[in-house]
DNA sequence: GACCAGGCACATC
DNA sequence: GATGTGCATGGT
């Protein structure tokens, strides 16, 4: 039964790592701003980009609203891609205004499936930043996937190699309890493990997940 | 110096 | 629908 394995390795990851504590943002909206800012990019520069926000009193809808594009591009540059990245935010800055007048507390009556549609649809935030943005900083029951994710399930079988991101999602959400802490510390936990673990070039033999059947496709990034 | 990092949009076939 | 490419900094 897969739920029986997806538990066994959520137990095995949470023994050895404990709590991750994510999201490591202190306010909602920081967690919204990180979601963008660490697409395909490290955390640490992230830290950096988000630190040079902060000291301008920056981490808040209004501010961020209202700034200059080149402004904010130059301060978020450490981050990577920052001109694409600062008209990213701008455009869910955008949509917040003007479709919710700017409250991030006013989403919390939008249900999570029409709420998810709308995130989509900004331009710049795909499936994952949109499934972070949900379970990380609106508590909705979503399950991120990412590389990892992906690449953890497929070296232990759990998918198939053309398995697209709403199968991956699905095998979590339909075979675990639709727990928001759960699905949290689950997705945490694998990139954890994906950092230091399965990485494209994978150290099996050092991994928690060890002695559990998978296989390593070789040819698989 | 090569490789990698908590993606996404868009062009082209 | 699948596959390729641009976007960019910073750590290992």
């Known amino acids: 039964m897969v739920g029986e394995q997806l538990k066994t390795i959520y137990q095995r990851l949470f023994e050895y790592f404990g709590p991750q504590h994510w999201w490591p943002g202190r306010t909602q909206f920081e967690i919204i701003v990180g979601a ?5 990019t490290n955390w640490t520069n992230v830290e950096k980009a988000i630190a040079n926000l902060r000291r301008r009193r920056l981490l808040e809808p209004l501010k961020l609203h209202e700034i200059e594009i080149e402004e904010l591009a130059a301060l978020i540059r450490p981050a990577g ?12 800055l955008d949509w917040l205004f003007e479709k919710h007048t700017g409250q991030l507390d006013g989403l919390n009556d939008i249900p999570t499936d029409l709420l998810r549609r709308q995130l989509l649809g900004i331009k710049g935030i795909g499936r ?4 972070s943005i949900l379970l990380y900083a609106l508590d909705r029951v979503i399950f991120v996937v990412d590389t990892y994710t992906a690449r953890v399930m497929l070296r232990h079988r759990l998918i198939d190699t053309d398995a697209d991101y709403e ?3 699905d095998l979590f959400q339909s075979n675990l309890d639709e727990d928001v802490r759960l699905f949290n510390e689950y997705h945490a936990l694998l990139v954890r493990l994906g950092k230091q673990f399965c990485r494209p070039k994978p150290k099996c033999s050092e991994c928690p997940l060890n002695l559990l059947p998978h296989t ?6």
């Open 216 to 221: 390593i496709e070789a040819e698989y990034p």
């Open 128 to 131: 994952e930043t949109a499934d």
């Open 81 to 92: 891609y920052y001109r694409l990245k600062a008209r990213r935010l701008k455009n869910f």
């Open 167 to 169: 199968q991956i999602q």
């Open 36 to 40: 963008i800012l660490t697409q395909n």
